[in-house]
């Protein structure tokens, strides 16, 4: 069975400080990946997807971006965190065959930047 | 594009009745899915329920089942003896051939007992 993990689970960092989350799943082979970004009591915005190795495609222009150095590993980074970027952060991913077009979730990763 | 609307951002519901969300959706394309999501306190986002445009009939799973009414755009869910365990943020969305999902704003559900 696919399973995909997310850590760290919570972060407290200082504004201007760099930022790395990171996201793997296990279990399938060429998923395709995406980062998501909830605040509190709020929707899910779509930051960043990625197809392939190599291949983002960004939603949102922000100070945030994304890598995918492996075919199952997604990481989002900052050079310098704005307190804005507070939030709790999703990544998911979904079959490439496209079949059915649900996203699995991982358990999300909670940053407060202050 | 895709846009999907949930209309109540607040609901609450007494432990074993039945509660209705309600969500509707435009889309122009022709071969899309529609999705329940559950957000739990912990915050993983759950799959509760998949229906497929294409299919006439209602998908159900458990004590949950949707109400798919294709001309009228809506997708509802239905939770029947509600549980304490409900208790969540609801997620409406709907899927494309591109595997991209459009969200709704989300219902939070109370279950009092």
């Known amino acids: 069975s696919q399973t995909i993990h997310q850590w760290p689970a919570t972060l407290v960092q200082p504004v201007g400080s760099p930022l790395s989350l990171e996201c793997t799943v296990e279990g399938t082979s060429n998923p395709n990946l995406y980062w998501y970004r909830q605040a509190a009591g709020r929707g899910l915005q779509l930051l960043f997807y990625?197809?392939?190795?190599?291949?983002i495609s960004s939603e949102v222009p922000q100070n945030l971006s994304a890598s995918r150095p492996q075919d199952r590993q997604f990481i989002l980074s900052s050079k310098k965190l704005l307190l804005s970027d507070s939030g709790f952060y999703l990544c998911?991913?979904?079959?490439?065959?496209?079949?059915?077009?649900?996203?699995?979730f991982g358990p999300g990763t909670r940053l407060t930047v202050t | 594009a895709q846009t999907v609307t949930q209309s109540q951002p607040e609901m609450s519901v007494q432990e074993a009745e039945t509660v209705t969300l309600s969500c509707t959706y435009d889309?122009?394309?022709?071969?899309?899915?529609l999705f329940w999501y559950k957000q739990p306190p912990s915050r993983q986002m759950i799959l509760v329920i998949r229906q497929e445009a294409y299919k006439q009939q209602n998908a159900t799973e458990n004590r949950f089942s949707v109400n798919f009414q294709k001309a009228a755009k809506s997708f509802s869910l239905k939770i029947s003896d509600s549980q304490l365990g409900d208790t969540a943020m609801y997620f409406c969305a709907a899927g494309d051939a591109g595997n991209m999902l459009t969200f709704g704003g989300g219902t939070r559900l109370m279950v009092k007992p």
């Open positions: 998911a991913w979904s079959s490439y065959t496209g079949l059915t077009y649900e996203q699995y």
């Open positions: 990625s197809v392939g190795i190599g291949q």
């Open positions: 889309t122009s394309e022709s071969n899309y899915y």
